[in-house]
Each structure stands twice: as structure tokens, then as C-alpha cells.
């Protein structure tokens, strides 16, 4: 079983500034990670597929980086609404299953 | 556009039996994977298990094998997720998600139905 690790579990920046993510697997994923947003009461959204593909309409402020073990998602220039919960997830080892990390929660500094 | 629209709220007693539907539009329906996603009360995200609607093909995470069943109606675009005899545990929100990569290796989730919650309580 390939453990995803996030951090840190909460964040905390100002709007304006930039937020960076980090996402940890317990063996190689090789570029298959994936990053998504969720808001309170809202449905996971995908921003990030294959560690650095924006999904369709993600604004160019969010990227993501990485390979192997290690995977950064980068917000530039912190916008008001891009404050909620983050998950990464590995697709790389389906099956058994993919497996996603427990969270990190940006929140207004 | 893409839209997957689950069926409402449940409220169920342990032991009984629920089967809950997510209808696809907007594209086409029997040629991309649909997943099942859990997320217990504030807690993350768990992959249950996909199906390719165009042959019904299914795959269950191993901790979900057994314990729920996955289906799909291609007539009328709409995926299901069963129980057939519910417990507390099983309260949760649960997503269906239309997959991003149509080989059903390469399980991520490009659009997301706007979930069901299941409560089980005696």
C-alpha cells in the first residue's frame, strides 16, 4: 500500500501572497499524482492531474511540480475563494486502490 | 457540459438495504469510467471502486470488495452504488466521479457529482 503524506495539515497565508503544498509518497508514483480542491459543503474539484497538467478552466496561479516521491502544489498570488482543503492522490498503483493524503487546509492569515 | 446528478439524501436504519444513482450528461456516457468516492463525517476521501458503463466492467478497491456493489444502466446514463444491509459505519457522503483517463488504470477524477449523504442510524 503507497501512503500519501501531506503538509503541512494546515496552512496558514495571506490573500496576495503565494501558498505551497507538499505531498509525500511512501515509494514511487511515478508522475501519476493528482491534486484537488474541496470547499466546505462542495464536491472535490481536480486541478492538478499527472503531478503538472492543469485540469480544464484551472486558473494559471495553480501549478504542481514534482516526480517519484515528492510533489508541490504551488498557489501564486492567494485569491479569496482559494481558501479550503487540498488533497493529493496517487493513481499509479490501481490496483489494488489509489489512495489520497489526509488533507491540507489553507486558511486566511 | 458535464454534469453528474446523484440522487438525494438518505436516511436509513442498520440492516436495510439502499441503492443510490448518479445519472451522466453532457458527454458520453459509456465511454469513460464512473467511481464511487466515501468521505466519512471530516474525514478525507476513499476510491470504492469504478465501472465502465459500456461493457459494466468493475473494479472495487480491496477494502470496499464484498461490502458494497457497483452497477450501471448505459440506457439511461445512470450509475449506482448498493448496500445490502447497511451499518452505522457505512454514514457518509459518497461522490460519484467521472474518471479522467479512459483506461481505468489511471484513476483520477475529472468531473464530480455533487454527492449523496447516507446516514444509518437505529
Known amino acids: 500500500e503507497i501512503v500519501m503524506t501531506q503538509s503541512p495539515a494546515t496552512l496558514s497565508v495571506s490573500p496576495g501572497e503565494r501558498a505551497t503544498l507538499s505531498c509525500r509518497a511512501s515509494?514511487?508514483?511515478?508522475?501519476?499524482l493528482a491534486w484537488y480542491q474541496q470547499k466546505p459543503g462542495q464536491a472535490p474539484r481536480l486541478l492538478i492531474y499527472?503531478?503538472?497538467t492543469r485540469a480544464t478552466g484551472i486558473p494559471a496561479r495553480f501549478s504542481g511540480s514534482g516526480s517519484g516521491t515528492e510533489f508541490t502544489l504551488t498557489i501564486s498570488s492567494l485569491q479569496s475563494e482559494d481558501f479550503a482543503v487540498y488533497y493529493c492522490?496517487?493513481?499509479?498503483?490501481?490496483?489494488?486502490?489509489?489512495?489520497f493524503g489526509q488533507g491540507t487546509k489553507l486558511e486566511i492569515k | 457540459e458535464v454534469q453528474l446528478v446523484q440522487s438525494g439524501a438518505e436516511v436509513k436504519k442498520p440492516g436495510e438495504s439502499l441503492k443510490i444513482s448518479c445519472k451522466g450528461s453532457?458527454?458520453?456516457?459509456?465511454?469513460?469510467?464512473i467511481g464511487w468516492v466515501r468521505q466519512m463525517p471530516g474525514k478525507g476521501l476513499e476510491w470504492m471502486g469504478i465501472?465502465?458503463?459500456?461493457?459494466?466492467?468493475?473494479r472495487y478497491s480491496p477494502s470496499f470488495q464484498g461490502q458494497v456493489t457497483i452497477s450501471a444502466d448505459k440506457s439511461i446514463s445512470t450509475a449506482y452504488l448498493q448496500w445490502s444491509s447497511l451499518k452505522a459505519s457505512d454514514t457518509a457522503m459518497y461522490y460519484c466521479?467521472?474518471?479522467?483517463?479512459?483506461?481505468?488504470?489511471?484513476?483520477?477524477?475529472?468531473?464530480w457529482g455533487q454527492g449523496t449523504l447516507v446516514t444509518v442510524s437505529s
Open positions: 453532457g458527454y458520453s456516457f459509456t465511454s469513460y469510467w
Open positions: 499527472g503531478a503538472s
Open positions: 465501472i465502465y458503463p459500456g461493457d459494466s466492467d468493475t
Open positions: 515509494q514511487s508514483v511515478s508522475s501519476n
Open positions: 466521479v467521472r474518471l479522467g483517463d479512459s483506461s481505468g488504470y489511471l484513476v483520477f477524477g475529472d468531473y
Open positions: 492522490q496517487q493513481y499509479n498503483n490501481w490496483p489494488p486502490a489509489p489512495f
